[in-house]
Protein backbone atom coordinates (compact mmCIF):
# COMPACT_ATOMS: atom_id res chain seq x y z
CA UNK A 1 0.00 0.00 0.00
CA UNK A 2 1.22 3.49 -0.91
CA UNK A 3 2.54 5.77 2.14
CA UNK A 4 0.62 9.34 1.54
CA UNK A 5 2.68 12.54 2.15
CA UNK A 6 1.58 14.97 4.84
CA UNK A 7 0.15 16.95 2.06
CA UNK A 8 -2.60 13.83 0.49
CA UNK A 9 -5.60 15.71 1.28
CA UNK A 10 -4.29 19.07 -0.33
CA UNK A 11 -3.42 17.24 -3.44
CA UNK A 12 -7.13 15.47 -4.22
CA UNK A 13 -8.60 18.64 -2.64
CA UNK A 14 -6.84 19.90 -6.05
CA UNK A 15 -7.66 16.97 -8.44
CA UNK A 16 -4.92 15.71 -8.53
CA UNK A 17 -3.88 12.25 -10.23
CA UNK A 18 -2.27 10.30 -7.81
CA UNK A 19 0.31 7.40 -8.29
CA UNK A 20 2.61 5.24 -6.46
CA UNK A 21 6.17 6.19 -6.50
CA UNK A 22 8.87 4.73 -4.71
CA UNK A 23 5.83 3.10 -2.55
CA UNK A 24 5.12 6.66 -1.70
CA UNK A 25 1.37 8.23 -3.23
CA UNK A 26 2.46 10.98 -5.12
CA UNK A 27 0.61 13.22 -7.19
CA UNK A 28 1.22 12.64 -11.05
CA UNK A 29 -0.14 15.77 -12.69
CA UNK A 30 -3.22 18.32 -11.15
CA UNK A 31 -4.61 18.95 -14.99
CA UNK A 32 -2.32 19.36 -17.77
CA UNK A 33 1.22 18.64 -17.31
CA UNK A 34 2.56 20.43 -20.42
CA UNK A 35 0.95 23.49 -18.51
CA UNK A 36 2.35 22.65 -15.10
CA UNK A 37 5.69 22.67 -17.16
CA UNK A 38 5.28 25.92 -19.08
CA UNK A 39 4.51 27.43 -15.36
CA UNK A 40 7.65 26.16 -13.80
CA UNK A 41 9.76 27.75 -17.33
CA UNK A 42 8.02 30.82 -17.25
CA UNK A 43 6.53 31.51 -13.31
CA UNK A 44 6.48 29.39 -10.60
CA UNK A 45 5.89 25.59 -10.00
CA UNK A 46 5.02 24.05 -6.45
CA UNK A 47 6.46 20.68 -5.67
CA UNK A 48 5.51 18.23 -2.69
CA UNK A 49 8.57 16.37 -2.49
CA UNK A 50 8.20 14.68 1.24
CA UNK A 51 8.57 11.14 -0.36
CA UNK A 52 12.49 12.05 -0.10
CA UNK A 53 14.79 10.76 2.51
CA UNK A 54 16.54 13.34 5.03
CA UNK A 55 19.38 10.97 7.23
CA UNK A 56 21.35 12.92 9.79
CA UNK A 57 25.45 12.40 10.41
CA UNK A 58 26.17 14.08 13.81
CA UNK A 59 29.20 14.36 16.29
CA UNK A 60 32.82 15.34 16.04
CA UNK A 61 33.81 13.31 13.10
CA UNK A 62 31.05 13.22 10.93
CA UNK A 63 32.46 14.99 8.57
CA UNK A 64 35.17 12.50 8.47
CA UNK A 65 32.94 9.80 8.58
CA UNK A 66 31.23 10.88 5.34
CA UNK A 67 34.55 11.53 3.96
CA UNK A 68 34.94 8.14 4.39
CA UNK A 69 31.28 6.83 2.92
CA UNK A 70 30.38 8.83 0.13
CA UNK A 71 32.90 9.75 -2.68
CA UNK A 72 32.98 13.62 -2.18
CA UNK A 73 35.28 16.03 0.15
CA UNK A 74 32.84 16.77 2.68
CA UNK A 75 34.84 18.06 5.21
CA UNK A 76 35.85 21.02 3.54
CA UNK A 77 32.02 21.67 2.62
CA UNK A 78 31.71 25.22 4.94
CA UNK A 79 28.55 25.63 7.41
CA UNK A 80 25.16 26.47 5.12
CA UNK A 81 26.37 25.21 1.97
CA UNK A 82 25.40 22.19 0.38
CA UNK A 83 26.98 19.66 -2.64
CA UNK A 84 26.21 17.46 -4.75
CA UNK A 85 27.66 13.62 -4.60
CA UNK A 86 27.18 9.87 -3.94
CA UNK A 87 27.48 7.03 -2.46
CA UNK A 88 28.97 3.81 -4.08
CA UNK A 89 29.60 0.29 -3.44
CA UNK A 90 33.07 -1.29 -3.32
CA UNK A 91 32.88 -2.02 -7.05
CA UNK A 92 32.28 1.66 -7.61
CA UNK A 93 28.84 1.31 -8.28
CA UNK A 94 26.37 3.77 -7.40
CA UNK A 95 23.74 3.28 -4.92
CA UNK A 96 22.65 6.88 -4.79
CA UNK A 97 23.37 10.29 -5.59
CA UNK A 98 22.93 12.98 -2.91
CA UNK A 99 22.96 16.32 -1.62
CA UNK A 100 24.62 17.02 1.65
CA UNK A 101 24.04 19.75 3.59
CA UNK A 102 26.23 21.63 6.16
CA UNK A 103 24.29 22.79 8.87
CA UNK A 104 27.52 23.17 11.55
CA UNK A 105 30.44 21.80 12.45
CA UNK A 106 29.30 18.59 13.59
CA UNK A 107 25.80 18.45 11.76
CA UNK A 108 25.27 16.99 8.30
CA UNK A 109 22.09 16.65 6.60
CA UNK A 110 22.29 14.05 3.93
CA UNK A 111 19.34 14.11 1.15
CA UNK A 112 18.22 10.65 -0.39
CA UNK A 113 16.35 9.38 -3.33
CA UNK A 114 12.45 8.06 -2.15
CA UNK A 115 13.59 4.33 -3.39
CA UNK A 116 16.59 4.25 -1.74
CA UNK A 117 16.75 6.03 1.32
CA UNK A 118 16.53 3.62 3.68
CA UNK A 119 19.71 1.52 2.16
CA UNK A 120 21.19 4.90 2.20
CA UNK A 121 21.00 4.86 6.28
CA UNK A 122 21.99 1.34 6.22
CA UNK A 123 24.79 1.76 4.75
CA UNK A 124 25.95 4.99 6.25
CA UNK A 125 25.45 3.72 9.77
CA UNK A 126 27.61 0.76 8.61
CA UNK A 127 30.42 2.90 7.35
CA UNK A 128 30.56 5.09 10.32
CA UNK A 129 30.95 2.74 13.19
CA UNK A 130 34.53 3.27 13.20
CA UNK A 131 33.46 7.19 13.91
CA UNK A 132 32.63 9.23 16.69
CA UNK A 133 29.69 9.90 14.93
CA UNK A 134 25.61 9.20 15.12
CA UNK A 135 23.67 8.33 11.75
CA UNK A 136 20.26 8.82 12.12
CA UNK A 137 17.21 8.62 9.44
CA UNK A 138 14.53 11.28 10.63
CA UNK A 139 12.59 10.94 7.06
CA UNK A 140 9.59 11.12 8.87
CA UNK A 141 9.75 14.18 10.51
CA UNK A 142 10.29 16.09 7.45
CA UNK A 143 7.70 17.79 4.73
CA UNK A 144 9.69 19.11 1.85
CA UNK A 145 7.77 21.72 -0.61
CA UNK A 146 9.93 23.42 -3.24
CA UNK A 147 9.08 26.26 -5.15
CA UNK A 148 10.76 26.17 -8.41
CA UNK A 149 10.95 29.18 -11.61
CA UNK A 150 12.37 32.51 -12.35
CA UNK A 151 9.92 34.38 -9.82
CA UNK A 152 10.61 32.19 -6.78
CA UNK A 153 12.78 33.95 -5.22
CA UNK A 154 9.75 37.01 -5.79
CA UNK A 155 7.09 34.73 -3.90
CA UNK A 156 8.74 33.32 -1.29
CA UNK A 157 10.00 36.64 -0.48
CA UNK A 158 6.47 37.71 0.65
CA UNK A 159 6.53 34.87 3.37
CA UNK A 160 10.01 35.75 5.09
CA UNK A 161 12.72 38.00 6.30
CA UNK A 162 15.73 35.37 5.12
CA UNK A 163 18.17 37.06 3.10
CA UNK A 164 17.32 35.29 -0.17
CA UNK A 165 18.95 37.71 -2.50
CA UNK A 166 22.31 36.53 -0.96
CA UNK A 167 21.56 33.04 -0.92
CA UNK A 168 23.84 31.06 -2.70
CA UNK A 169 23.02 28.04 -5.75
CA UNK A 170 23.57 24.96 -3.38
CA UNK A 171 23.46 26.95 -0.14
CA UNK A 172 21.12 26.79 2.54
CA UNK A 173 19.60 28.85 5.93
CA UNK A 174 17.42 28.26 8.71
CA UNK A 175 14.66 30.96 8.72
CA UNK A 176 10.78 31.28 9.19
CA UNK A 177 8.42 31.21 6.62
CA UNK A 178 5.60 32.02 7.05
CA UNK A 179 5.83 31.77 10.91
CA UNK A 180 6.74 28.39 10.63
CA UNK A 181 10.66 26.96 10.87
CA UNK A 182 11.97 26.29 7.71
CA UNK A 183 15.44 24.75 6.02
CA UNK A 184 15.65 27.37 3.02
CA UNK A 185 18.01 25.84 0.59
CA UNK A 186 18.35 26.75 -2.80
CA UNK A 187 18.44 23.75 -4.97
CA UNK A 188 16.03 21.72 -7.36
CA UNK A 189 15.88 19.64 -10.15
CA UNK A 190 14.30 21.66 -12.60
CA UNK A 191 17.00 23.49 -14.01
CA UNK A 192 15.60 26.80 -12.85
CA UNK A 193 16.11 28.97 -9.97
CA UNK A 194 14.27 28.04 -6.72
CA UNK A 195 14.32 26.58 -3.10
CA UNK A 196 13.91 23.72 -1.48
CA UNK A 197 11.94 23.82 1.66
CA UNK A 198 12.19 21.57 4.98
CA UNK A 199 9.87 21.96 7.57
CA UNK A 200 7.91 19.45 10.32
CA UNK A 201 5.21 17.32 8.97
CA UNK A 202 2.62 19.27 10.79
CA UNK A 203 3.75 23.17 8.88
CA UNK A 204 3.47 21.04 5.35
CA UNK A 205 -0.53 22.27 4.75
CA UNK A 206 -0.35 25.38 6.08
CA UNK A 207 3.14 26.32 4.19
CA UNK A 208 1.53 25.04 1.23
CA UNK A 209 -1.84 27.05 1.37
CA UNK A 210 0.25 30.24 2.33
CA UNK A 211 2.74 29.44 -0.73
CA UNK A 212 -0.23 28.92 -2.72
CA UNK A 213 -1.85 32.07 -1.82
CA UNK A 214 1.54 34.03 -1.97
CA UNK A 215 2.19 33.01 -5.41
CA UNK A 216 -1.49 33.66 -7.03
CA UNK A 217 -0.46 36.98 -8.21
CA UNK A 218 2.74 35.91 -10.00
CA UNK A 219 1.07 32.50 -11.90
CA UNK A 220 2.44 30.32 -9.11
CA UNK A 221 0.78 26.36 -9.96
CA UNK A 222 1.04 23.19 -8.56
CA UNK A 223 3.03 20.63 -10.37
CA UNK A 224 3.59 17.14 -10.00
CA UNK A 225 6.00 14.15 -10.53
CA UNK A 226 5.11 14.54 -15.22
CA UNK A 227 6.36 18.02 -15.28
CA UNK A 228 8.92 17.46 -12.87
CA UNK A 229 10.19 14.72 -14.77
CA UNK A 230 10.34 16.35 -17.92
CA UNK A 231 11.84 19.44 -16.45
CA UNK A 232 14.89 17.49 -15.32
CA UNK A 233 15.25 16.19 -18.50
CA UNK A 234 15.64 18.90 -20.59
CA UNK A 235 17.60 20.23 -17.82
CA UNK A 236 19.85 17.11 -18.58
CA UNK A 237 20.03 15.98 -14.87
CA UNK A 238 19.92 12.55 -14.21
CA UNK A 239 17.46 10.34 -12.39
CA UNK A 240 18.72 7.05 -10.14
CA UNK A 241 17.36 3.82 -12.23
CA UNK A 242 17.31 5.80 -15.54
CA UNK A 243 20.71 6.97 -15.80
CA UNK A 244 22.53 6.22 -13.07
CA UNK A 245 22.34 2.48 -10.99
CA UNK A 246 24.71 0.36 -9.31
CA UNK A 247 25.88 -1.33 -12.81
CA UNK A 248 27.58 2.14 -13.60
CA UNK A 249 30.22 4.33 -11.94
CA UNK A 250 30.29 8.11 -11.78
CA UNK A 251 32.83 8.20 -14.64
CA UNK A 252 30.10 5.97 -17.02
CA UNK A 253 27.47 9.13 -16.37
CA UNK A 254 29.79 11.52 -17.43
CA UNK A 255 29.82 13.20 -13.36
CA UNK A 256 33.58 11.77 -12.61
CA UNK A 257 33.63 15.08 -11.61
CA UNK A 258 32.13 14.55 -8.06
CA UNK A 259 34.58 11.61 -7.13
CA UNK A 260 37.09 13.54 -4.64
CA UNK A 261 40.47 11.59 -5.13
CA UNK A 262 42.15 14.44 -3.57
CA UNK A 263 40.88 14.20 -0.21
CA UNK A 264 42.31 12.83 3.17
CA UNK A 265 42.26 9.33 3.83
CA UNK A 266 40.63 6.11 2.12
CA UNK A 267 37.00 6.25 0.86
CA UNK A 268 34.55 3.34 -0.23
CA UNK A 269 35.15 2.42 -3.59
CA UNK A 270 38.34 4.56 -3.97
CA UNK A 271 40.57 1.53 -5.25
CA UNK A 272 37.75 0.46 -8.42
CA UNK A 273 37.43 4.19 -8.84
CA UNK A 274 40.64 5.16 -9.49
CA UNK A 275 41.54 2.18 -11.92
CA UNK A 276 38.82 3.46 -13.90
CA UNK A 277 39.39 7.10 -13.56
CA UNK A 278 41.41 7.44 -16.66
CA UNK A 279 39.88 4.84 -18.97
CA UNK A 280 37.36 5.90 -21.70
CA UNK A 281 33.62 4.68 -21.12
CA UNK A 282 32.61 2.34 -23.77
CA UNK A 283 29.31 4.14 -23.68
CA UNK A 284 28.72 7.79 -22.55
CA UNK A 285 25.26 9.10 -21.71
CA UNK A 286 24.17 11.88 -24.41
CA UNK A 287 21.20 13.59 -25.44
CA UNK A 288 19.06 12.87 -28.42
CA UNK A 289 16.52 15.06 -30.28
CA UNK A 290 13.89 13.56 -32.37
CA UNK A 291 13.19 14.39 -36.17
CA UNK A 292 10.10 13.52 -36.13
CA UNK A 293 7.06 13.45 -33.59
CA UNK A 294 7.36 9.68 -32.12
CA UNK A 295 8.74 10.18 -28.60
CA UNK A 296 12.08 8.01 -27.58
CA UNK A 297 10.92 6.03 -24.55
CA UNK A 298 13.01 4.45 -21.73
CA UNK A 299 14.43 1.04 -22.40
CA UNK A 300 14.17 1.93 -26.58
CA UNK A 301 17.60 0.71 -28.90
CA UNK A 302 19.49 3.46 -30.15
CA UNK A 303 20.24 2.20 -33.58
CA UNK A 304 23.01 3.04 -36.36
CA UNK A 305 22.47 1.49 -39.78
CA UNK A 306 20.49 -1.01 -38.23
CA UNK A 307 23.14 -2.22 -35.21
CA UNK A 308 21.85 -1.91 -31.85
CA UNK A 309 25.11 1.33 -30.28
CA UNK A 310 22.65 2.20 -27.08
CA UNK A 311 20.14 2.53 -25.56
CA UNK A 312 17.86 5.73 -24.16
CA UNK A 313 17.36 5.35 -20.58
CA UNK A 314 14.62 8.96 -20.16
CA UNK A 315 12.44 10.55 -22.89
CA UNK A 316 9.79 13.12 -23.55
CA UNK A 317 8.11 15.69 -25.41
CA UNK A 318 9.94 19.04 -24.78
CA UNK A 319 7.69 21.61 -24.23
CA UNK A 320 10.36 24.14 -24.24
CA UNK A 321 12.31 22.93 -27.83
CA UNK A 322 8.89 21.86 -29.23
CA UNK A 323 10.49 18.50 -30.11
CA UNK A 324 10.65 15.01 -28.66
CA UNK A 325 13.90 14.51 -26.47
CA UNK A 326 15.47 11.90 -24.95
CA UNK A 327 18.54 10.86 -22.99
CA UNK A 328 20.54 7.68 -24.06
CA UNK A 329 23.69 5.75 -23.42
CA UNK A 330 25.41 4.95 -26.79
CA UNK A 331 28.82 3.60 -27.92
CA UNK A 332 31.37 5.88 -27.47
CA UNK A 333 32.22 6.17 -31.12
CA UNK A 334 28.69 6.57 -32.37
CA UNK A 335 27.42 9.92 -33.27
CA UNK A 336 26.13 10.21 -36.94
CA UNK A 337 23.30 8.46 -38.23
CA UNK A 338 21.60 7.67 -35.47
CA UNK A 339 17.79 6.51 -35.09
CA UNK A 340 15.39 4.43 -31.91
CA UNK A 341 13.88 2.00 -32.58
CA UNK A 342 10.72 2.61 -31.85
CA UNK A 343 7.83 -0.21 -31.85
CA UNK A 344 10.04 -1.72 -35.30
CA UNK A 345 10.54 1.68 -37.03
CA UNK A 346 13.52 3.66 -37.12
CA UNK A 347 13.20 7.43 -36.13
CA UNK A 348 15.86 9.48 -36.84
CA UNK A 349 17.84 11.61 -34.16
CA UNK A 350 20.67 13.93 -33.63
CA UNK A 351 22.85 13.53 -31.20
CA UNK A 352 23.32 16.76 -29.23
CA UNK A 353 25.39 17.64 -25.79
CA UNK A 354 23.60 17.97 -22.42
CA UNK A 355 21.49 20.08 -21.48
CA UNK A 356 18.86 20.73 -23.41
CA UNK A 357 17.68 23.43 -21.52
CA UNK A 358 19.82 26.33 -19.55
CA UNK A 359 18.16 28.83 -18.16
CA UNK A 360 18.52 32.22 -18.50
CA UNK A 361 21.06 33.85 -15.67
Same mark, same amino acid.
Given at each position: ???????????????????????????????????????????????????????????????????????????????????????????????????????????????????????????????????????? /???? !?? =? @?? #? &????????? *??? %??????????????????????????????????????????????????????????????????????????????????????????????????????????? /???? !?? =? @?? #? &????????? *??? %??????????????????????????????????????????????????????????????????????????
Amino acid at each position: MSRPTPLRDVHESLGATLTDFAGWLMPLRYGSESAEHKAVREAAGLFDLSHMGEIFVTGPQAAEALDYALVGHLSALATGRARYTMIVDERGGVLDDLIVYRLGDEEFMVVANASNYQKVAQELQERAKAYDAAVE /DRSD !RY =A @LI #A &VQGPRAQEI *LAT %LTDADLAGLKYYAGLPGLVDGREALIARTGYTGEDGFELFVANQDAVPLWNALTAAGEPYGLAPAGLSARDTLRLEAGMPLYGNELGAELTPFDAGLGRVVKFDKPG /DFVG !RA =A @LE #A &VKDDQPGRR *LVG %LVARGRRVPRHGYPVTQDGAVVGEVTSGAPSQTLGKPIAMAYVDTGASEGLAVDIRGSQEPVDLVELPFYRRKK
